[in-house]
């Protein structure tokens, strides 16, 4: 199986500031790579596919990026409601596997 | 507007049997992959399988953690999708998600809000 090693696990930043999010992928997926964000009892929504395409309603202030088997999502400009748990998921090769998470806070 | 609605979750035994729902509106049914998703309490989700579209043959792809357990399967004169899921553990303990796939990939467009499924005596 494709290992999806997700970093940090948990992160505080304040609002208006820019985070990153990172996935490291075991082997290489060829930017078969998604970034999910998921609130508090909810379900996780698509944010980012095939590594930087934005998914339709979703704010300009998400971006994704790839170098290499890295691939990262950024978050510029903070606001409240972009609290949550973030997953990335590798559609490259069967099994699809996710990241462990990050939690984001904002302060 | 994509609606995904599943039903079925509870409580059952080890060993038991339980077959979850997934009802779609919204979209046309038929050309769409469709996923099993579970997701334990504060863990990450696992992909548990899909089933292709009709240009696909409606085939299925099942991860192999649970391969020979689950069995999915849809319906399209109801657009309706089903995940069973036969001699249960404890460890299956989590939030079941059904998710359609997106055009370009194996990621997931659209999700619903999940069913729970307790395995415990």
């Known amino acids: 199986d494709i290992q999806m090693t997700q970093s940090p696990a948990s992160l505080s930043a304040s609002l208006g500031e820019t985070v990153s999010i990172e996935c490291l992928a075991s082997?290489?997926?060829?930017?078969?790579l998604a970034w999910y964000q998921q609130k508090p009892g909810k379900s996780p929504q698509l944010l980012i596919y095939?590594?930087?395409s934005l998914q339709d309603g979703v704010p300009s202030r998400f971006s994704g990026s790839e170098s290499g088997t890295q691939y990262s999502l950024e978050i510029n400009s903070l606001q409240p409601e972009d609290e949550g748990d973030y997953f990335c998921q590798q559609s490259y090769k069967f099994p699809l596997t996710f990241g462990s998470g990050t939690k984001l806070e904002i302060k | 507007e994509v609606k995904l609605l599943e039903s079925g979750g509870g409580l059952v035994q080890p060993g038991g049997s339980m077959r979850l729902s997934c009802a779609a509106s919204?979209?046309?049914?038929?050309?769409?992959?469709m996923n099993w998703i579970r997701q334990p309490a504060g863990k990450a989700p696992e992909w548990l399988g899909f089933?292709?579209?009709?240009?696909?043959?409606?085939?299925?792809e099942y991860n192999p953690s649970v391969k020979g357990r689950f069995t999915i399967s849809r319906d399209n004169t109801q657009n309706m999708l089903y995940l069973q899921m036969n001699t249960l553990r404890a460890e299956d303990t989590a939030t079941y998600y059904c998710?359609?796939?997106?055009?370009?990939?194996?990621?997931?467009?659209?999700w619903g809000q999940g069913v729970m499924v307790t395995v415990s005596s």
């Open positions: 089933i292709r579209n009709k240009a696909n043959g409606y085939t299925t």
């Open positions: 919204g979209f046309t049914f038929t050309d769409f992959y």
């Open positions: 082997e290489d997926i060829y930017s078969n």
């Open positions: 998710a359609r796939s997106g055009n370009y990939g194996h990621y997931f467009d659209y």
């Open positions: 095939y590594a930087s």
